[in-house]
């Protein structure tokens, strides 16, 4: 039987694969889809919330960014007269691609537990989640 890091590992990568083949049908690079899918119930977050949730460094987070905002997905701007950060907000084309990201991502997960009792994943969810929780070291 495998480790559990590796099926981790490889479980994540077969999951990503996927989900950035379509993705890149509708132009998206690598990290795009899920700052996409957290802007979705997030919107005019800061940049350090994003890239928190995301799990992408600060950096990388601006740069994933400056394409967005250049491909006309996002924009960002000052909030409450606070011009010291800056907020994201999806533009109307970003919403329109992130509406086809969720189809995306719902495939991705039907296709994963496909044949899966609900009280299963129920349980896999759960266990995921005890499993961040322990690595981020987050009791």
């Known amino acids: 039987m495998e480790t559990l890091h590796y099926l ?13 083949s379509e ?19 997030h919107e005019g ?5 994003i890239a928190g949730y995301c799990e992408i460094e600060p950096a990388t987070l601006g740069s ?21 950060s ?8 970003g919403k329109e691609i992130c509406e086809k990201m ?6 991705a997960d039907k296709q994963a537990v496909s044949g899966i009792s609900p009280e299963k994943i129920q349980e896999v969810k759960n266990i995921l989640t005890e499993i961040c929780r322990n690595l981020d070291g987050k009791d």
Request: glycine content about 6%; overall charge positive.
């Open 8 to 20: 981790l590992m490889k479980s994540h990568s077969v999951m990503q694969r996927k989900i950035y």
């Open 86 to 93: 800056l907020y994201v907000y999806l533009t109307d084309s």
């Open 64 to 84: 994933i960014l400056l394409r967005m905002e250049q491909k006309g997905l996002i924009e960002r701007r000052q909030k409450n007269g606070n011009r010291r």
């Open 102 to 107: 969720h189809d995306i991502f719902s495939q």
């Open 45 to 49: 977050s800061d940049q350090k919330t």
């Open 23 to 41: 993705a890149q049908k509708l132009g998206l690079t690598s990290g795009q889809p899920k700052i996409l899918d957290y802007l979705y119930e």
